[in-house]
């Protein structure tokens, strides 16, 4: 229920001016010019009108009152509507809900419900869940009443489904269409963001896929590396414990056979023979142990080569799979050469084609060995460094080979000195025999102790290459690769298997360099890639529902439209032929509908007040008005005379209020056309309708006010603003008459 009106600024109300509607009819009178209708147009100010024709003005510095001699012009003018809402007209859970509107001489304007800004669109859903539409069916002003006869049959149709309380549902289907828009839109752009990601999508899975390939091969290097490890190790730890043994015993029983042989010595010195032969002795001991020295040195030089020779072997086969030389363009231009003279030679002879063919053999074997000798600097870096090691080792070995003889020699001299010391004394046979001992045992165990000095170094040559790669395996496979449960003995296999074990370890060492490192940048980047493509298919199946959903709500809210209005339009026309013969003294009225037009797509803005609610009737039937006055052939709308289109005009809105009641219905100066007659069957649809609807009536008519609980005086002195003025209901008829 309409409670009250207060205006500030607005128009010709200067001042505040509340007017109280606490009755179900309310009469607004005053001269002409005194301001009276602008209570009507504060109305549809403050309901959110936007034409300004219909507001009476052109620019929104119109509405706000412009001053006089007596009150300054005011610099923005508001209007607030109080409805009475303890019945939850308005769907907002207040008791009071107060609609106010402001407007600024800028043009600006601000809406606020309750004190609280807010924007036009929620003005007008609230209105519209009440039954206060945009098409001014509640509000009817002065020269207008015939408003909706002079519409077009479109504009009429939504003036009708305005009526009927549609408009709700309207904003529905709008606010769905919109939703359903910009879904579609954002199905777009998901779609066009996962096909921009598809290409690098699809280059990050190769990535990965190399990657895994990768982790199969650093697992199966650690596999590999953990056992080669295991094995290795324990085989040099037994080895080189193995070796020290064997050593150690061989050095003790060395020393006691050289502290045997000094004592021998000692004693065979006791004559001048005796001196000059261990002068001779000794001077042959210090040769054996010279060679010795040599020769031991010599063991671990050849150690030494031959475990590098062992290394660059292994790295010639890893690096150089097939032998290969550099033959320059030269070369072959000169053997090319031979061949053709050595065919022009021998073609000459009986036997020219063996001839041929046994030159052309020896002038290509001189070349091919030419080129396949050591010494050739056409050989690669890798086949001349093994060469070179074969050569050192070669020379070494025949110098080892040299000092061996020399060795034999000089044991032989010495054999031979002491034998000729133990011969110079006859009794020292036993001695003799003793020395001769001793003498091979020191020479046997020496040759002992140098061949393991030799594999000690060789041993320390393996443990030095076992350290690097596991090194290398430490950053190419990580901690895995050498961490292993030490063996406590080696397994029972060949040497030939561990060697085999270490070539496939260098294999697949290599595949995995080739295949790059752990790429935990690429697997981050595809997660993150992966996420992003599943969140974007999940966002695209949601919005895929939610377009399906409003796509099903879109065509319920039809299927509601068209229910509701074919259900109103029958009501409507019901009323529309009682009240048309209770006006005329009988006739008949309808509406129908037209043929429908084709749809068009008008694009809607966020606050709704770009297109009319009009718009939303484009590709519906529109409404025809089909009248038969009494004793009067009448074929369109335009043959009615003024009255009778008035009389018309107000038959239809007041059906329509009657079959759908707003709140409360405006008629400004409705009943002007009216006679005597007429305005007592206008007064008697008033006392009807206002069993529905609280009306306000801006009237002349003594009839009408007749027919009103309370009256409102308007008046407007020199200064120009308007003065609200409360008058019992006598004294106005009073003054009316």
């Given at each position: 229920m309409l409670k009250r009106l207060?205006?500030?600024?607005?128009?010709?109300f200067a001042k505040k001016t509340i007017l109280d509607f606490s009755n179900s009819t309310t009469a607004i009178v005053g001269p002409n010019g005194s301001g009276?209708?602008?209570?009507?147009?504060?109305?549809?100010f403050a309901l959110g009108e936007q034409s300004m024709k219909s507001m009476r003005g052109?620019?929104?510095?119109?509405?706000?009152?412009?001053?006089?001699?007596?009150?300054?012009?005011?610099?923005?003018?508001?209007?607030?509507?109080?409805?009475?809402n303890s019945r939850r007209t308005f769907k907002i859970d207040f008791d009071e809900v107060s609609l106010e509107r402001a407007v600024f001489r800028d043009g600006t304007s601000e809406y606020s419900i309750n004190g609280s800004r807010v924007r036009l669109r929620d003005i007008e859903e609230l209105l519209a869940g009440a039954n206060i539409g945009e098409t001014g069916h509640h509000i009817i002003s002065q020269g207008e009443s015939d408003r909706i006869l002079l519409a077009n049959n479109r504009e009429r149709r939504a003036m009708l489904e305005d009526a009927l309380g549609l408009k709700i549902y309207e904003f529905k289907k709008n606010e769905a269409q919109r939703k359903l828009i910009k879904t579609e839109d954002n199905i777009v752009q998901v779609n066009s963001l996962r096909r921009e990601l598809a290409p690098h999508m699809r280059f990050l899975d190769n990535q990965v896929k190399k990657l895994d390939r990768a982790d199969e091969l650093r697992t199966e290097l650690i596999n590999i590396a953990q056992t080669y490890f295991s094995i290795e190790e324990v085989y040099l730890a037994q080895e080189k414990l193995k070796v020290s043994g064997e050593k150690m015993n061989a050095s003790e029983r060395l020393a006691v056979a050289t502290e045997e042989l000094k004592n021998i010595e000692e004693r065979s010195t006791t004559d001048v023979e005796g001196v000059k032969r261990l002068e001779l002795l000794r001077k042959l001991e210090k040769d054996v142990e010279r060679v010795n020295g040599e020769r031991s040195a010599l063991a671990r030089t050849i150690g030494r080569v031959e475990g590098a020779l062992s290394v660059a072997k292994e790295h010639r086969e890893k690096v150089v799979q097939e032998p290969y030389v550099k033959v320059p363009r030269e070369d072959l231009a000169t053997l090319a050469r031979e061949v053709e003279n050595h065919i022009a030679e021998e073609s000459r002879t009986p036997d020219a084609l063996y001839a041929v063919l046994v030159a052309v053999g020896k002038t290509i074997k001189a070349f091919m060995s030419r080129y396949t000798t050591p010494e050739s600097d056409m050989l690669a870096e890798e086949e001349r460094t093994a060469y070179a090691l074969q050569n050192e080792r070669k020379e070494l070995l025949d110098k080892d080979s040299r000092l061996a003889e020399e060795l034999e020699r000089a044991k032989s001299a010495l054999a031979r000195a002491r034998e000729a010391l133990i011969a110079h004394d006859e009794t020292g046979r036993e001695l003799r025999r003793r020395t001769l001992d001793f003498a091979q045992s020191e020479a046997h165990e020496e040759g002992i102790v140098a061949k393991c000095e030799a594999r000690e170094h060789e041993l320390t040559l393996i443990s030095e290459v076992l350290e690097r790669d596991k090194g290398e395996l430490l950053v190419l496979a990580g901690i895995s690769a050498v961490s292993y449960v030490p063996l406590p003995v080696p397994p029972t296999e060949e040497?030939?298997?561990?060697?085999?074990?270490?070539?496939?370890?260098?294999?697949?060492?290599?595949?995995l360099e080739e295949a790059g490192g752990t790429g935990e940048d690429i697997r981050q980047e595809h997660k993150e890639m992966s996420d992003r493509?599943?969140?974007?298919?999940?966002?695209?199946?949601?919005?895929?529902?939610?377009?399906?959903?409003?796509?099903?709500?879109?065509?319920?809210?039809?299927?509601?439209?068209?229910?509701h209005f074919s259900e109103g339009l029958v009501k409507v026309n019901a009323s529309f032929s009682e009240y048309f013969a209770l006006m005329f003294g009988g006739g008949n009225a309808r509406l129908t509908l037209e043929e429908p037009e084709e749809p068009e797509l008008e694009e809607f803005n966020d606050d709704m007040s770009g297109p009319s609610f009009a718009k939303a009737t484009e590709g519906k039937a529109g409404i025809e008005i089909d009248v038969n006055l009494p004793k009067k052939k009448v074929r369109s709308?335009?043959?009615?005379?003024?009255?009778?289109?008035?009389?018309?005009?107000?038959?239809?809105?007041?059906?329509?209020?009657?079959?759908?009641?707003?709140?409360?219905?405006?008629?400004?100066?409705?009943?002007?056309?009216?006679?005597?007659?007429?305005?007592?069957?206008?007064?008697?649809?008033?006392?009807?309708?206002a069993k529905k609807s609280q009306l306000i009536v801006i009237t002349h008519n003594r009839e009408t006010m007749g027919h009103t609980n309370i009256l409102y005086g308007v008046t407007m002195g020199g200064d120009g603003i308007s003065k609200l003025l409360s008058v019992k209901f006598d004294e106005a008829v009073a003054v009316a008459k």
């Amino acid at each position: 229920m309409l409670k009250r009106l207060e205006i500030v600024g607005f128009k010709s109300f200067a001042k505040k001016t509340i007017l109280d509607f606490s009755n179900s009819t309310t009469a607004i009178v005053g001269p002409n010019g005194s301001g009276k209708s602008n209570v009507a147009e504060a109305f549809r100010f403050a309901l959110g009108e936007q034409s300004m024709k219909s507001m009476r003005g052109k620019r929104a510095e119109d509405l706000i009152w412009g001053g006089s001699h007596t009150a300054p012009r005011a610099n923005r003018a508001s209007v607030a509507i109080i409805f009475d809402n303890s019945r939850r007209t308005f769907k907002i859970d207040f008791d009071e809900v107060s609609l106010e509107r402001a407007v600024f001489r800028d043009g600006t304007s601000e809406y606020s419900i309750n004190g609280s800004r807010v924007r036009l669109r929620d003005i007008e859903e609230l209105l519209a869940g009440a039954n206060i539409g945009e098409t001014g069916h509640h509000i009817i002003s002065q020269g207008e009443s015939d408003r909706i006869l002079l519409a077009n049959n479109r504009e009429r149709r939504a003036m009708l489904e305005d009526a009927l309380g549609l408009k709700i549902y309207e904003f529905k289907k709008n606010e769905a269409q919109r939703k359903l828009i910009k879904t579609e839109d954002n199905i777009v752009q998901v779609n066009s963001l996962r096909r921009e990601l598809a290409p690098h999508m699809r280059f990050l899975d190769n990535q990965v896929k190399k990657l895994d390939r990768a982790d199969e091969l650093r697992t199966e290097l650690i596999n590999i590396a953990q056992t080669y490890f295991s094995i290795e190790e324990v085989y040099l730890a037994q080895e080189k414990l193995k070796v020290s043994g064997e050593k150690m015993n061989a050095s003790e029983r060395l020393a006691v056979a050289t502290e045997e042989l000094k004592n021998i010595e000692e004693r065979s010195t006791t004559d001048v023979e005796g001196v000059k032969r261990l002068e001779l002795l000794r001077k042959l001991e210090k040769d054996v142990e010279r060679v010795n020295g040599e020769r031991s040195a010599l063991a671990r030089t050849i150690g030494r080569v031959e475990g590098a020779l062992s290394v660059a072997k292994e790295h010639r086969e890893k690096v150089v799979q097939e032998p290969y030389v550099k033959v320059p363009r030269e070369d072959l231009a000169t053997l090319a050469r031979e061949v053709e003279n050595h065919i022009a030679e021998e073609s000459r002879t009986p036997d020219a084609l063996y001839a041929v063919l046994v030159a052309v053999g020896k002038t290509i074997k001189a070349f091919m060995s030419r080129y396949t000798t050591p010494e050739s600097d056409m050989l690669a870096e890798e086949e001349r460094t093994a060469y070179a090691l074969q050569n050192e080792r070669k020379e070494l070995l025949d110098k080892d080979s040299r000092l061996a003889e020399e060795l034999e020699r000089a044991k032989s001299a010495l054999a031979r000195a002491r034998e000729a010391l133990i011969a110079h004394d006859e009794t020292g046979r036993e001695l003799r025999r003793r020395t001769l001992d001793f003498a091979q045992s020191e020479a046997h165990e020496e040759g002992i102790v140098a061949k393991c000095e030799a594999r000690e170094h060789e041993l320390t040559l393996i443990s030095e290459v076992l350290e690097r790669d596991k090194g290398e395996l430490l950053v190419l496979a990580g901690i895995s690769a050498v961490s292993y449960v030490p063996l406590p003995v080696p397994p029972t296999e060949e040497r030939r298997v561990q060697e085999d074990r270490r070539r496939a370890m260098e294999r697949v060492k290599i595949r995995l360099e080739e295949a790059g490192g752990t790429g935990e940048d690429i697997r981050q980047e595809h997660k993150e890639m992966s996420d992003r493509e599943a969140f974007l298919a999940n966002e695209l199946n949601d919005l895929a529902k939610s377009a399906s959903g409003l796509g099903a709500l879109i065509k319920d809210l039809d299927t509601e439209l068209a229910k509701h209005f074919s259900e109103g339009l029958v009501k409507v026309n019901a009323s529309f032929s009682e009240y048309f013969a209770l006006m005329f003294g009988g006739g008949n009225a309808r509406l129908t509908l037209e043929e429908p037009e084709e749809p068009e797509l008008e694009e809607f803005n966020d606050d709704m007040s770009g297109p009319s609610f009009a718009k939303a009737t484009e590709g519906k039937a529109g409404i025809e008005i089909d009248v038969n006055l009494p004793k009067k052939k009448v074929r369109s709308l335009m043959q009615l005379s003024g009255g009778e289109r008035a009389l018309t005009s107000i038959a239809l809105i007041f059906a329509m209020s009657q079959v759908n009641p707003p709140p409360f219905l405006i008629l400004d100066e409705t009943d002007a056309a009216l006679d005597e007659a007429n305005s007592r069957r206008y007064g008697d649809m008033i006392d009807s309708l206002a069993k529905k609807s609280q009306l306000i009536v801006i009237t002349h008519n003594r009839e009408t006010m007749g027919h009103t609980n309370i009256l409102y005086g308007v008046t407007m002195g020199g200064d120009g603003i308007s003065k609200l003025l409360s008058v019992k209901f006598d004294e106005a008829v009073a003054v009316a008459k």
